[in-house]
C-alpha cells in the first residue's frame, strides 16, 4: 500500500514538473487526454462533507461510499468541509490514493464572513462604500482560505423586489446597479487579483438566474418575468461578474419562464457562456439537478442528467445525477462526451489557476491557520462595516442622538440582549453568540438604564439551529416593559426579527414586527413617547405605524459581532449614520412589489378622484423609498453642471454643502430617465453614485460619469440600444427626494 502511494506521489510530482512551462489551457488539454471517462465524470461530482462539526466521524450512511469516491478519482469538489485538518485529510486522500491525484476544489457558503462576522449583505449593501465591502470579502477570504476552503458560494446577486422573500437578506436589494458595484467590490474582495495567492478565493454569482423574483416572494418559487425585465434589472449584476472575471457561476432552483434554469440552455449556454464569453465552470445548486423531475421538466433523474449537461450545468451539487447517470448517458449515445469534456476543461482551469497542481495543500498549513483564526482580530474591520451599514429612517425633534450624560434610560426588547441574532443566517464559522449585544453596547457609554424584554423570548428550535424565538404570543412580560418605560426620560427599544427569520426559506407573508413586538411597541408608546426605535432585521418590514408615531428609527439589520457597539456608538452620537436604504420598505405587504424604478402608468397622476393608478386605501409610496437614509447633519445640493467631454462622454457636476454643526458624509445619487424610448423606462434609473464626508458649513464639488452606453437599455433579444433623445439627470439624496435636475439629449 504504502508502495503505492509513493509510486502515486513521485508520478503526480513528475506531472506536475514537467507542467511548470505550459500554458493553461495546454495543461488542462493534457490532463485530459489521460483520463478516463469516470474520472471526466468525477471531475463534475460536488459533494456535501462527511464529517459532522465535532469530529471526523463519518455520518451519513453513504459515507464510506464518499471517500471510496475519492479514492477513485470520482469526486472534484466537496461542499462544507473546513478546517486545515479534514480539508488536508481529504486533499490527501484525492492527491495521493487517486490515480492521477488531481486535487479537490473545497467549497463553502461565506457569505458574510467566514469567523469575523461582518453585517449580512444587505446591510453591507447599505453602507453603499465599496471599499468597505470589498474588505470585509478580502477579510473572509483570508480566512476562509487559513482554514482550507478555497471556494465561496457568494456573492449573491440576485435583485429583488419582494421583501417577503427571506433572501433579500443575502443580497443588495432592488436595484440592478447598485448590486453591480457590490458584486464586482466582493468578487475583488474574495479572488484577489491572483487566484493562485494561498489567501485569496473562488467566488460564485449566484443564482443564475431570476430567482430574486419568486412569484409571492415564496422561496424556490416560479419566476415568470419579460425578456425585456431579465436583461435590464436581473442580468447585468451577473453581466458584471463575468466582466469582473468571476470564477464559477451557480444555477438558480427556480423555474424561469416555463424552464428550470438548471436545464436552461438558452441562458447557460446561450448567454452566459457564448454572448458573455464567460470562461468559468457553473455549479448546480443543491439537488436543483434531481429537482427537475420534481418541477415537471425532466422524467426522472436520468432524463434531469442529460437535460442538466446539455443547458451547461458543470457540476453537480449533491443531486448525484452526474454520478450515477452521465456515463450511462454517453455510452448509449445520449449525450456527447464533448459536452463532458468541456465541463471537465471549465473545471480543471480553475484548479490550474488556483495553483493546486503546484501545491495542493497550499491553503493547510496549521500555523498560518491558527494565527489567522485564533490571534487575528478583525473586530476594527467589523465594526466599521457595522457602523456604516446603519440606516437612520427618522428622527423627529433631533431625538438622537442622546447626549452622552444622558441618564434614566430604559432599554426594552428581547434582541437588545441578543448576541446571537447579530450574526444572521450563513454565518460560517462565526461563533454563537458571540455579537457584542446592544445592552452590552450601552454598557459601553452609560449603565444608567433599566433593561425589559417586554415580549418574553424562549430558546426553541427555529428549523433546525437552535435559536431565540420572539415569534412569540408570550405578553407576560409587557407589564414590567410599561413599568421601566414610565419612569424613563428615554427608551431605547430593540424590535425585529431573530436571526433565522430571513434567510433561505425563510419567506414571510406578514413582514411586520413578529410576534407581540408591535403590540408591546404600541403598549410602550402609551405611557411613554420618548421611544427610539432600533430595528434588527435581515428584510425590510412593514412599519406604518412605528413610522407614524415613534420620533426616532435607526435601521440596524444584523451587523454581525461588532452590532452592539456600532448601535450604541450611533445612538450617543459618536458616529455619525451614513447608511442608505438599497430596498424600498413597503408601507403594507399588498404594495409588494414597491420598487423605485418602476415604469410610469398612462395614469401616474391624480387628476381626478378615482380613475388613477392607486390603492384606495393607501398612498402608492413606500414608507422609505430605495436610497433613503438620514444623518445628524444636513446638506445642501446646488449647481448641477452637465458637460459632454467628448461625444458620448458627458461629466455632470455639482456642489454638496454641509449645513448642519456636525461632520458628516453623505451619498449624493446620480439617476437618469429615458423620457421617449422604443421600450418604456423606469421613472428613474440609479447611474452613479459617490461619497462625500464634509464638516459644518464645508463644500465640495462632486462628479458623475456618464458614457452613451449607460444611456441604453437591453431589448428583449438581449441587444443594447441607446436611442437619441431626451434624458432627465437627477442629482438627489434618496430615489424620492430629488434635489437637482438638468437635461442630456442625445443625437445620433
Ligand atoms: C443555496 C445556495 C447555497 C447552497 C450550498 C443552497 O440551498 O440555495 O445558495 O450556496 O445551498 O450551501
Not at 41 to 50: A, E, H, S, T
Not at 119 to 125: G, K, L, N, R, T
Amino acid at each position: 500500500m504504502k508502495k503505492i502511494v509513493i509510486i502515486m506521489v513521485i508520478s503526480t510530482m513528475s506531472f506536475a514538473c514537467s507542467q511548470k512551462s505550459k500554458s493553461i489551457d495546454e495543461k488542462v488539454n493534457e490532463l485530459l487526454s489521460r483520463m478516463t471517462l469516470d474520472e471526466k465524470i468525477g471531475q463534475l461530482v460536488q459533494y456535501n462533507g462527511f464529517w459532522d462539526a465535532t469530529g471526523p466521524v463519518p455520518q451519513e450512511s453513504n459515507s464510506k461510499r464518499k471517500y471510496n469516491d475519492v479514492r477513485q478519482g470520482l469526486v472534484g469538489s466537496v461542499l462544507n468541509v473546513y478546517g486545515v485538518e479534514q480539508v488536508r485529510k481529504l486533499q490527501e486522500i484525492a492527491v495521493t490514493q487517486s490515480r492521477l491525484g488531481i486535487p479537490l476544489i473545497f467549497g463553502m457558503d461565506v457569505i458574510h464572513g467566514y469567523k469575523t462576522a461582518f453585517p449580512v449583505p444587505i446591510a453591507e449593501a447599505a453602507s453603499w462604500n465599496m471599499q468597505t465591502i470589498e474588505q470585509a470579502a478580502r477579510i473572509s477570504a483570508t480566512e476562509a482560505s487559513a482554514a482550507g476552503i478555497n471556494w465561496t458560494f457568494a456573492p449573491m446577486l440576485d435583485v429583488s423586489r419582494d421583501p417577503r422573500w427571506g433572501r433579500v437578506m443575502e443580497g443588495a436589494g432592488e436595484d440592478p446597479y447598485l448590486t453591480a458595484q457590490v458584486g464586482i467590490a466582493k468578487i475583488k474582495g474574495f479572488q484577489g487579483t491572483d487566484l493562485s495567492h494561498s489567501q485569496t478565493i473562488a467566488a460564485c454569482a449566484k443564482h443564475f438566474a431570476g430567482y430574486g423574483f419568486p412569484i409571492a416572494g415564496r422561496d424556490y418559487n416560479t419566476v415568470d418575468v419579460s425578456k425585456v425585465t431579465l436583461f435590464n434589472d436581473i442580468l447585468p449584476p451577473f453581466k458584471a461578474a463575468v466582466e469582473n472575471n468571476v470564477a464559477t457561476v451557480m444555477n438558480a432552483f427556480n423555474v424561469l419562464n416555463g424552464v428550470p434554469c438548471t436545464g436552461n440552455s438558452w441562458l447557460v449556454r446561450d448567454v452566459l457562456k457564448n454572448t458573455w464569453n464567460f470562461k468559468g465552470f457553473v455549479v448546480s445548486d443543491w439537488g436543483s439537478i434531481m429537482e427537475m423531475a420534481t418541477h415537471g421538466y425532466a422524467q426522472d433523474r436520468y432524463h434531469a442528467a442529460q437535460l442538466a449537461i446539455e443547458a451547461g450545468c458543470d457540476m453537480d451539487m449533491e443531486s448525484y445525477a452526474y454520478r450515477n447517470d452521465l456515463k450511462t448517458l454517453i455510452e448509449k449515445g445520449v449525450v456527447k462526451e464533448s459536452l463532458i469534456d468541456d465541463a471537465v476543461r471549465r473545471i480543471l482551469r480553475i484548479k490550474f489557476e488556483m495553483g493546486l497542481f503546484d501545491n495542493p495543500y497550499k491553503y493547510c498549513d496549521k500555523e498560518h491557520e491558527k494565527v489567522i483564526l485564533q490571534n487575528t482580530d478583525y473586530s476594527k474591520e467589523a465594526l466599521q462595516s457595522a457602523l456604516e451599514a446603519i440606516v437612520l429612517l427618522k428622527n423627529e425633534q433631533s431625538l438622537l442622538p442622546l447626549s452622552k450624560n444622558q441618564k434614566n434610560i430604559a432599554v426594552i426588547g428581547a434582541l437588545a440582549n441578543d448576541k446571537d441574532t447579530p450574526l444572521g443566517n450563513w454565518r460560517a464559522q462565526a461563533v454563537k453568540n458571540s455579537a457584542v449585544s446592544v445592552l452590552e453596547g450601552i454598557s459601553v457609554y452609560t449603565n444608567d438604564y433599566v433593561y425589559a424584554q417586554g415580549a418574553l423570548v424562549h430558546t426553541n428550535a427555529a428549523g433546525f439551529i437552535h435559536t431565540v424565538n420572539i415569534n412569540t404570543t408570550d405578553k407576560s412580560g409587557f407589564a414590567q416593559a410599561i413599568a421601566v418605560a414610565k419612569k424613563a426620560d428615554v427608551i431605547i427599544m430593540v424590535l425585529g426579527e431573530n436571526c433565522f427569520q430571513s434567510g433561505e426559506a425563510r419567506s414571510r407573508s406578514d413582514i411586520g414586527l413578529p410576534g407581540v413586538q408591535q403590540e408591546l411597541l404600541e403598549a410602550v408608546y402609551a405611557v411613554n413617547r420618548n421611544i427610539v426605535l432600533v430595528l434588527m432585521n435581515g428584510r425590510p418590514l412593514t412599519i406604518p405605524w412605528a413610522g407614524e408615531h415613534i420620533p426616532a428609527i435607526v435601521e440596524a439589520w444584523q451587523l454581525g459581532q461588532q452590532s452592539g457597539n456600532a448601535i450604541a456608538q450611533v445612538l450617543f452620537g459618536d458616529y455619525n449614520p451614513q447608511g442608505k436604504l438599497p430596498m424600498s420598505f413597503p408601507r403594507s405587504v399588498g404594495q409588494i412589489p414597491v420598487y423605485y424604478n418602476h415604469l410610469n402608468t398612462g395614469r401616474p397622476e391624480g387628476f381626478n378622484k378615482v380613475f388613477w393608478s392607486h390603492y384606495m386605501d393607501i398612498e402608492n409610496t413606500p414608507l422609505y423609498s430605495f436610497g433613503h437614509g438620514l444623518s445628524y447633519t444636513t446638506f445642501a445640493y446646488s449647481n448641477i453642471v452637465l458637460k459632454e467631454t467628448k461625444k458620448g462622454e458627458y461629466t455632470i457636476t455639482a456642489h454638496i454643502t454641509n449645513t448642519g454643526n456636525r461632520t458628516g458624509t453623505e451619498t449624493p445619487q446620480l439617476y437618469i430617465r429615458d423620457v421617449v424610448a422604443s421600450v418604456v423606462r423606469p421613472v428613474k434609473e440609479l447611474k452613479g453614485f459617490t461619497k462625500v464626508t464634509l464638516s459644518p458649513g464645508e463644500s465640495k464639488q462632486i462628479e458623475f460619469k456618464l458614457q452613451r452606453a449607460d444611456l441604453g437599455f437591453y431589448t428583449e433579444t438581449g441587444k443594447l440600444n441607446v436611442e437619441p433623445g431626451d434624458f432627465e439627470i437627477m442629482i438627489g439624496s434618496s430615489s424620492s427626494t430629488i434635489l437637482l435636475n438638468t437635461k442630456l439629449t442625445l443625437t445620433e
